[in-house]
Each structure stands twice: as C-alpha cells, then as structure tokens.
T-cell receptor
Framework: GDSVTQMEGPVTLSEEAFLTINCTYT??????LFWYVQYPGEGLQLLLK?????DKGSNKGFEATYRKETTSFHLEKGSVQVSDSAVYFC???????????FGAGTRLTVKP | GAVVSQHPSWVICKSGTSVKIECRSL??????MFWYRQFPKQSLMLMAT?????????EQGVEKDKFLINHASLTLSTLTVTSAHPEDSSFYIC????????????FGPGTRLTVT
C-alpha cells in the first residue's frame, strides 16, 4: 500500500545551520506530496506541496523537490531559526482516493 | 481561504461520560471530512472518513459505536466519544478537502481530550 518513510528524529541544530529531513514514498498511483509542520499544542499547517514529478514546493525558506526517480521528497532549509522548532510530517495523497498517508514525523529543535 | 476550525480546543471529562467535538469548514463547503487521532509524539492515524449525508467510513480497528461521527451539513462534522475512558485521551484532529480537489486536505487546530 501507499506509505511514507521519513527520517527519524529528533534533530537538533544550531541556529543558521542547514537542515535536511529525508522523506521517501511508496505509491501505486501518481501521488501528491506534502510537508506539514506542527508547532507544540497545535494542529498541522501545510508548509509546502508538489503535485507532480520535478515540481519544487517552497515556503518560508523551506524547499522540497518531487523526485520520481528516487521516490523522494526531502525537505531542506539553508539556515534554520529557533522559530522553526517543531515537528515536521511528510505526507502523500493519491488523487481520487481521499486517503492521506503520513510519515512518523521528525522533531526539530533549533538552539540559539 | 480554506480554514477549518474545531471546538473545543481542549476538554476534560470524567470516565463514562460522552464528549462531542465539532469540526467546521469556515469559508468553503466540504462534502468529505476526516478525523484523525494523534498520540503524544506520534504521527496521525486516520480514524474515519465523514461524508455529508451518509454514514462515515471507519478505519479498521476503530470502534464505530464508540466514536460516533455525524456530518449533517456541508460545513460541519461532529465526533462524539461515547462512554469515554482514560485510554481515549488523545489529540483529535479533523481535516477537509475542497470539493473536486481531493488531493489536498486542510487541517483543523486539533482538540485535546483528557479523560479522568
């Protein structure tokens, strides 16, 4: 079945460090891919998305490129801030299927 | 646009009582809404898919008689946890997608339920 595997955390970085959180997927169809962010005590917020191969999603300095050849959607940011501390979820959905599959989540802590 | 709200944001109830959580799409109509459960430091688990005007579809292992879902209108779905027990304590999150755009879901802020 469709699934998402993401890098296990927790990840601890110093401010201004480079961030990569790996995400790979398995899907029978042509999924759309997402990164969601969850701040403490809150729900999920969409961070970025890509709906087809080679698309790059970007938002707030974060980027992820839909790589069909490697079935990956790695999240990157060149310079993290303390305010980026949160849990990040990679997810996929297959059109007309209604299902959304989430990775396990990666907790990021950025220290000043 | 595409804002989903939940009420209440947190609730404490005693064992054996029932609690209702509301999920509303504020600026769009949602024929389908989803209910997720999230345990501490874990990912989201889909509990059920709520369809307006029809019965909800529950995921395997979710007790439909315990977690009652009603989707009475295009903007409101409710989840009622009946005869709550401490093990039902969790973070419940709903989501919805825009009609015709099924690949993307918009999430509510979540409801933290604590059963004492």
């Amino acid at each position: 079945g469709d699934s998402v595997t993401q890098m296990e955390g927790p990840v601890t970085l110093s401010e201004e460090a480079f961030l990569t959180i790996n995400c790979t997927y398995t899907a029978t169809g042509y999924p759309s891919l997402f990164w969601y962010v969850q701040y403490p005590g809150e729900g999920l917020q969409l961070l970025l998305k890509a709906t087809k191969a080679d698309d790059k999603g970007s938002n707030k300095g974060f980027e992820a490129t839909y790589r069909k050849e490697t079935t990956s959607f790695h999240l990157e940011k060149g310079s993290v801030q303390v305010s980026d501390s949160a849990v990040y979820f990679c997810a996929l959905s297959v059109p007309n299927n209604n299902d959304m599959r989430f990775g396990a989540g990666t907790r990021l802590t950025v220290k000043p | 646009g595409a804002v989903v709200s939940q009420h209440p944001s947190w609730v404490i109830c005693k064992s054996g009582t029932s609690v209702k959580i509301e999920c509303r799409s504020l600026d769009f109509q949602a024929t389908t809404m989803f209910w997720y459960r999230q345990f501490p430091k874990q990912s989201l688990m889909l509990m059920a898919t709520s369809n307006e005007g029809s019965k909800a579809t529950y995921e395997q292992g979710v007790e439909k008689d315990k977690f009652l879902i009603n989707h009475a209108s295009l903007t409101l779905s409710t989840l009622t946890v009946t005869s709550a027990h401490p093990e039902d304590s969790s973070f419940y999150i709903c989501s919805a997608h825009l009609a015709g755009i099924t690949y993307e879901q918009y999430f509510g802020p979540g409801t933290r339920l604590t059963v004492t």
